[in-house]
């Protein structure tokens, strides 16, 4: 495993094809009552046999839910 990046003399910095951003482990409240508010309507929706938020739909289609995919 790699040692964390301290400083701009790491080797990474120098690479043409790395993009090195800060990571930012930090949500506020708020974002956690949206995402988890949307998460909840996306599982009473499945519930309901109407699924939202389907990455791939055609899944749906062997789980016998093909109606209602938003």
Do not use: W
């Amino acid at each position: 495993m790699k040692e964390p990046v301290v400083g701009t003399r790491d080797p990474l910095f120098a690479l043409d094809n790395v993009v090195c951003t800060p990571h930012l482990g930090y949500v506020t409240r708020d974002e956690y009552e949206v995402q988890f508010s949307d998460i909840f309507d996306q599982i009473v929706a499945y519930a309901a046999g109407k699924p939202i938020n389907v990455v791939n739909p055609r899944v749906l289609e062997s789980a016998g839910l093909q109606g209602g995919v938003g």
